[in-house]
C-alpha cells in the first residue's frame, strides 16, 4: 500500500510539474485566425522553413501544406513521404549521424510514437490548442504528440465488378474464397495494417488470417495503389481499405463502395508532433498550434479526407463523423504494441514479401 501512495503521489507531482511547465512556457497565448499560438512568430518567419515528414499522399500534403503557406508566406515548406515504417528508419537513422532534418513528423503505427517518446525524439511543447483533444488522445505526460486525426479502415469493393448484392457485408464476409486472386491489403510497413491485424485476429482469432492467407492477397504501400487497381477493375476487394481513400476517389466520381462492418471499423491514431532537435524549432511550433487548431484540422479533413477528432470541426466532405461509427481500438496498447514484430513477419509471409 506505501508502495502504490509513493507511485501515486510521483504521478501527481510530475503531472504538477508539467501543468506547471506549460503555464511557465505560455502564459499568455496570442490569438490567430482560427487558433491560438505560443510560438514567437517573427522567429519563425525568420527561420523561413518548414520540413514535415509524414505517411499521408503527397497530393493532399501539399495542399495542407499551402493552406499554412497561405496565412505564413515567409515559411516555405518541404515535404517527404513515406510509409510509417521506412519513415520511421530513415529518421532514426538521420539521427543516429547527427542529421536533424525533420521539424515535423507524423506516424500511424503507435509502437513507433512510443519508441520516438521512449528515445527523447519528441519536441516538448504545450500547444494552448491541447486543450480540444481528451487526454487518450494526447501523450503522456502531455506536449510530446497529439493525435491529429483518425484514419478508418473497413472494406471497398467496385460496383461495376461487385454487385452490391454479392458484396461483402462484414468483416467475416471477406474472407470468402471467392476473393481469390483479387483482394488487397496494405503492406507490413504500415501502422493501420498492423492495428487491423492485431484487432480482427481478437475478434475472430487466427483462423480468421489463415482463411485471409488464402486468398493469395496482394500487399501495397499505398491507398492510393489499392484504389486505383479496384476502380480500374484489376482487383475486386480491398480489405483494410483507408476511408479517406475511399472519400477522395468517390469525390471524383470514381465507382467505389465502401461497407461498414456491423462489429466495428478499424481505428488508427494519425500523430502529430514537433522533434527535437528540429532545424526551424520555432516554424515547427507555429505549424502545430495551427495543424491541431481549426484551420488545419479543416484543412486535414477537407484535403485529406481525414476525420478531426475535434467537436468543432466537420467530418470531411460526403463522410460521417467518428461519432456516427462504430470504431474499434485495442484496449491494451501495450499488449498491441508487443505484436509488433510478430505481426512483420506473419504479414509478410501472408503478401508474399518473405
Known amino acids: 500500500m506505501r508502495r502504490c501512495l509513493k507511485v501515486a503521489a510521483l504521478l ?33 518567419e525568420a527561420e523561413g522553413a518548414l520540413v514535415v515528414y ?10 495542407v501544406l499551402a493552406r499554412f503557406r ?24 538521420e539521427r543516429q549521424a547527427k542529421a536533424y532534418l525533420a521539424d515535423i513528423v507524423q506516424l500511424s503505427d503507435m509502437s513507433l510514437v512510443l519508441d520516438f517518446q521512449k528515445h527523447n525524439g519528441w519536441m516538448e511543447y504545450q500547444s494552448p490548442e491541447m486543450v480540444h483533444f481528451k487526454p487518450e488522445w494526447k501523450s503522456k505526460p502531455e506536449g ?30 471477406a474472407v470468402d474464397p471467392r476473393w ?34 488464402a486468398l493469395t492477397p496482394k500487399g501495397f504501400d499505398s491507398y492510393v495503389q489499392q484504389y486505383d487497381r479496384t476502380i480500374s477493375g484489376q482487383e475486386k476487394i480491398i480489405h483494410t481499405a483507408q476511408y479517406s481513400g475511399y472519400l477522395l476517389a468517390k469525390a471524383k466520381g470514381a465507382p467505389i463502395a465502401y461497407v461498414y462492418p456491423p462489429d466495428g471499423l478499424i481505428a488508427v491514431p494519425e500523430s502529430w508532433g514537433a522533434v527535437k532537435e528540429a532545424p526551424h524549432p520555432e516554424a515547427a511550433r507555429l505549424f502545430v498550434d495551427w495543424f491541431i487548431g481549426q484551420p488545419g484540422q479543416n484543412a486535414y479533413g477537407q484535403d485529406l479526407m481525414y476525420n478531426s477528432l475535434r467537436t468543432d470541426v466537420a467530418p470531411p466532405p460526403g463522410g460521417i463523423s467518428p461519432s456516427e461509427m462504430k470504431l474499434l481500438f485495442p484496449q491494451d496498447w501495450e499488449a498491441f504494441l508487443k505484436t509488433h514484430g510478430q505481426f512483420v513477419k506473419e504479414w509478410n509471409k501472408i503478401t508474399g514479401m518473405r
Not at 54 to 63: H, Q, V
Not at 78 to 92: I, N
Not at 183 to 211: C, N, P, V
Open 12 to 44: 501527481g507531482a510530475m503531472l504538477f510539474a508539467s501543468e506547471t511547465r506549460a503555464a511557465d512556457l505560455c502564459a499568455n497565448p496570442r490569438q490567430m485566425d482560427g487558433f491560438k499560438t505560443c510560438a514567437d512568430i517573427a522567429k519563425a
Open 180 to 213: 481469390k486472386d483479387s483482394i488487397t491489403s496494405k503492406a507490413s510497413t504500415s501502422g493501420m495494417q498492423h492495428m487491423t491485424w492485431y484487432l480482427l485476429r481478437q475478434l475472430y482469432g487466427d483462423s480468421y488470417w489463415e482463411k485471409f492467407a
Open 70 to 93: 497561405k496565412m505564413f508566406p515567409a515559411i516555405k515548406t518541404t515535404f517527404m513521404r513515406l510509409q510509417a515504417g521506412a519513415l520511421y528508419a530513415r529518421l532514426t537513422s
Open 144 to 173: 510530446f504528440w497529439t493525435w491529429g486525426a483518425i484514419g478508418v479502415a473497413a472494406i471497398a469493393y467496385n460496383p461495376t465488378t461487385v454487385p452490391p448484392d454479392q458484396a461483402p457485408k462484414n468483416w467475416l464476409d
Open 54 to 63: 509524414s505517411t499521408d499522399p503527397e497530393d493532399g500534403s501539399e495542399k
